[in-house]
């Protein structure tokens, strides 16, 4: 296959005007600074996100590369179908959740990122010690994305997978690096109206092929492979159940939800936003549904990719770009290549910008450099960005399976940060002591547990774990097992160990971490920032 110039010349546009987009986005953001905090400004936009471009952010976030081509993998994979396409309703629902339950706490104390409420229940370096997964995430999360891309471009453009990474990154990461949030959220715009338009002028083409059957027939009827509806046979409920559980509750405890619901101008404009962007999810996953459909539908031999069939070539993971290249005319797989690129674009400056805000203002402000000025942080920020950018794209260099990647970026979050970010939030009389048991239990519950996509055997077998081709397979639901017993951990023992400290049943010179009170050290949230409704907001810090 030789080079696609006009699918280049066609990317090498879109790229140059979601930059030009995002330098633009960096002028506003600038220009409506006078008078605000710099770092807010960057982090959460000066909490004056308008709610237009707040459902748009707040939709692209989660609408990323890894989104469309997982969705369109697991629809046309024979062994799954659309009933194990879990993510739309799982986010969907994530979205409303989140803004019915977590968005008031949140905003009440005009909370800066997800970390902070758990810094002001379990002290300083306890949270830093809980920032660990989510940042672990979100560059799992950003390298998702950009393998995705690399896959693309590799397919319809002939060109290689690591320059489509390097230059994706590099576009990504000079935006983000200029306007913050601005640059996220007016980009996501741009990147949201190319996905729609794309997507849906291409899925005519490639449901009117030749070689293609009905899709409405082959959903219940053999035809070239399996019916694509799928089945979940009575074996795999529990696993079924625990990654719904875990795409629904393990999707709310991320810097990128909750920058988006924090930069809104009001509560009822989050909780808006929330809800909106729920249903934006899962309405843009029809397109991928439906190219997902079209591939379990299609004789591969009569198009110009030929026998064996993309499953059988072990190409699966790039099945949205085949159905493009071979299933519809060459000018218009470059529209959807447009899509592809910018659903990966959108949700990747939102991984960048909240590894970078997690950084400056959970632990370079309150661990590292406590008497730091906001230009300080400012750039601290942009230099971690550019680190975790880059490791990021390193990482997308050796993916292997987009789906396995994306849904894995978020194991450590759902195990370990949801059941600590309920009890910061729903029950404040936890502590220091709590915490750190229930971050060990799960930890070590979800380690022990095994990882057949890390090669990690299991050391826990959970009923109904079989051996699989020599590979371990956990068909309980040990992830939600392992986020109750967590939260029961962090209930328990927060319970017994401030008993024993106040009926005097241990020293209190051994309450290393004062919670039966003492002197605490206070570490202003937003350093001369004017806070509502308090006067000012404090994280107390105690003694570790």
């Not at 590894?355 to 400056?360: D, K, L, V, Y």
């Amino acid at each position: 296959m030789a080079l696609n110039i006009p699918g280049l010349v066609s990317l090498s546009v879109f790229f140059t005007l979601t930059l030009a987009t995002g330098i633009w986005a960096s002028w506003k953001s600038r220009k409506d600074q006078q008078n605000k905090n710099p770092t807010e400004m960057a982090m959460v936009g000066g909490r004056n996100i308008h709610v237009f471009i707040g459902l748009f952010t707040a939709t692209a976030t989660w609408v990323g590369g890894a989104y469309i081509n997982g969705t369109a993998e697991i629809v046309y994979l024979p062994s799954k179908g659309l009933l194990w396409v879990q993510a739309p309703v799982g986010f969907a629902l994530s979205l409303v959740i989140g803004g019915f339950f977590f968005v008031n706490p949140m905003r009440s104390k005009n909370y800066v990122t997800v970390m902070d409420p758990l810094q002001e229940t379990y002290g300083n370096m306890m949270g830093t010690l809980l920032v660990i997964p989510p940042l672990l995430g979100e560059v799992f999360w950003f390298a998702a994305i950009l393998a995705s891309l690399g896959a693309t471009m590799r397919v319809i453009l002939d060109i290689g997978g690591s320059l489509a990474i390097t230059i994706s990154a590099c576009t990504v990461i000079l935006y983000t690096l200029l306007g913050g949030l601005y640059s996220v959220a007016y980009t996501d715009v741009i990147q949201m109206v190319f996905i729609t338009l794309s997507l849906w002028i291409c899925i005519p083409f490639a449901l009117v092929n030749s070689a293609t059957e009905r899709i409405y027939y082959t959903a219940t009827h053999q035809s070239y492979q399996d019916p694509w509806i799928g089945k979940i046979e009575k074996q795999y409920l529990g696993r079924w159940l625990d990654d719904f559980f875990y795409l629904v509750l393990g999707s709310i405890p991320w810097q990128t939800y909750f920058q988006r619901v924090l930069s809104a101008a009001s509560t009822g404009q989050a909780r808006l936003i929330s809800y909106l962007s729920g249903l934006g999810c899962f309405a843009m996953a029809v397109p991928s549904v439906l190219i997902g459909a079209v591939a379990a539908s299609t004789d591969w031999n009569q198009t110009s990719y030929g026998l064996p069939s993309p499953f059988e070539r072990g190409e699966s993971a790039m099945i949205l770009p085949l159905v493009l290249q071979h299933l519809c005319p060459a000018y218009i797989s470059i529209t959807g290549l447009g899509a592809i690129a910018a659903a990966a674009m959108s949700s990747a400056d939102s991984s960048l910008l909240s590894t970078g805000s997690m950084f400056a203002h959970n632990i370079y402000r309150k661990i590292l450099r406590k008497k730091a000025s906001e230009t300080e942080v400012l750039w601290a920020m942009r230099t971690s960005m550019v680190v975790f950018g880059a490791g990021a794209a390193g990482l997308a260099f050796y993916s292997s399976s987009v789906y396995d990647l994306w849904f894995l970026s978020g194991e450590l979050v759902y195990a370990l940060l949801f059941p600590q970010l309920c009890c910061a939030l729903f029950a404040p009389s936890t502590n220091t002591y709590g915490s750190a048991a229930g971050f060990l239990i799960g930890f070590l519950l979800r380690l022990l547990a095994g990882e057949p996509a890390l090669s990690i055997p299991p050391v826990i077998r959970y009923p109904a774990c079989s051996l699989l081709n020599g590979t371990y397979s956990q068909l309980f639901p040990f992830k939600t097992f392992t986020v109750l017993l967590t939260l029961g951990t962090i209930l328990a023992v927060s319970r017994l160990a401030k008993a024993l400290f106040q009926n005097n049943l241990l020293p209190r010179s051994w309450d290393v971490c004062n919670i039966v009170g003492g002197t605490a050290i206070l570490i202003p949230l937003q350093q001369g920032e004017k806070q509502e409704p308090l006067p000012t907001t404090a994280l107390e810090e105690n003694h570790n």
